[in-house]
């Protein structure tokens, strides 16, 4: 199952700190140890709608992109991205992509974001979190309901009062489609993956999230009668993106365009003093040895996106620990532990 099958490196379990990548031989700097397959779940910010590539995700300085594939709002950097895009998603996700920016424009005028830049005061702790999806599930069941006893399109009193958020539903669409086309990848690829309990930043988070799986089981029926469209699969998805997602940024690194959950690239464990370097090609990424490496040294990135280069030990503890939920051990953070660093 694990997905990194370069002959110089294996996964392993480490003492407290679950999996990570060993050097099985000596590795010289710039050798490329993995290149990742395409996200299984991401989102392209609402912002940068028009300006992305929805296949390759290249940015070009803004620009709007000049291909549009009309019914989806989707943005294309050329025919070539929009025929491999079409192809890869298939019928079925088309049309999944089509309602849901058919939503979208409908109630353009109630997106809300602001739940996003919430300060980190009242995070939603296991037992609101539950009762806030039961909530939600017992909305979706009385939909199902209405649904079947009328065919009349009529939106839920709830779904029309509700405001929405884009990357929200659309990084949930993204997951549930490869659920639906792909059981077997989510159950290997998604689940084993490291997943935060509570990754709601505010009871506005918790609900936003709730409100976006309420609204896309109104459009989505289909999905819902046949259970690819589930509480479950959408608190997976959010838990697991919290800990494992990959910022998308354009080649300044000023743009944050989005982000997407890689699991072929996320058993790299973490230090401050990183030994790979991580660059994204297209919509896929490649590690390569960013110095020497000795036979049996773990393999890690930074989470810290190169901010850990400047930031005290004290600092880069505290962002790592209240994002990823751990007290950094590396050999940089003991080194500066050892000499009194701040
Ligand atoms: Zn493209
Ligand atoms: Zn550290």
């Given at each position: 199952m694990y997905k990194i099958t370069s002959n110089l490196v294996h996964v392993q379990e480490i003492a407290n700190a679950g999996?990570?990548?060993?050097?099985?031989?000596?590795?010289?700097?710039?050798?490329?140890?993995?290149?990742?397959?395409g996200p299984a779940a991401h989102v392209v910010h609402w912002q940068y709608r028009k300006e992305v590539c929805a296949q390759c995700f290249r940015y070009n300085l803004g620009r709007t992109l000049p291909v549009k594939h009309a019914s989806t709002g989707k943005v294309f950097c050329s025919p070539e991205c929009q025929s491999a895009w079409m192809s890869e998603q298939g019928e079925l996700a088309i049309e999944a992509w089509e309602k849901l920016y058919g939503f979208v424009a409908l109630k353009a005028n109630t997106i809300v974001q602001d739940h996003v830049f919430a300060t980190v005061c009242a995070r939603p702790d296991a037992i609101e979190i539950e009762a806030a999806w039961s909530k939600g599930d017992k909305t979706v069941g009385q939909m199902r309901q209405q649904q079947t006893a009328s065919s009349k399109k009529k939106s839920h009193p709830l779904v029309s009062s509700q405001n929405i958020d884009p990357d929200i539903l659309g990084f949930l669409l993204s997951g549930l489609l490869l659920q639906h086309h792909n059981p077997n990848a989510w159950e290997a690829e998604m689940l084993p993956l490291a997943a935060d309990p509570t990754p709601y930043t505010s009871n506005r988070d918790l609900e936003a999230h709730v409100n976006s799986y309420i609204q896309l089981a109104a459009i989505l029926p289909h999905l819902t009668t046949d259970h690819h469209l589930t509480s479950n699969i959408c608190r997976t998805l959010i838990s697991t993106a919290n800990h494992n997602a990959f910022g998308l940024r354009s080649a300044d690194g000023d743009e944050y365009l989005g982000?997407?959950?890689?699991?072929?690239?996320?058993?790299?464990?973490?230090?401050?003093?990183?030994?790979?370097?991580?660059?994204?090609?297209?919509?896929?990424?490649?590690?390569?040895?960013?110095?020497?490496?000795?036979?049996?040294?773990?393999?890690?990135?930074?989470?810290?996106?190169?901010?850990?280069?400047?930031?005290?030990?004290?600092?880069?503890?505290?962002?790592?620990?209240?994002?990823?939920?751990?007290?950094?051990?590396?050999?940089r953070c003991l080194e500066e532990d050892r000499v009194g660093g701040q």
């Open positions: 999996r990570g990548v060993l050097a099985k031989q000596p590795i010289p700097t710039g050798t490329l140890l993995l290149e990742s397959d982000y997407g959950v890689y699991p072929s690239a996320s058993y790299f464990n973490h230090s401050c003093s990183p030994n790979i370097s991580k660059q994204r090609v297209g919509a896929m990424w490649e590690f390569r040895a960013a110095r020497d490496i000795a036979v049996g040294e773990q393999c890690c990135i930074t989470y810290l996106g190169g901010d850990e280069k400047h930031l005290t030990v004290l600092a880069r503890r505290a962002r790592l620990e209240s994002i990823w939920g751990f007290e950094c051990a590396c050999p």
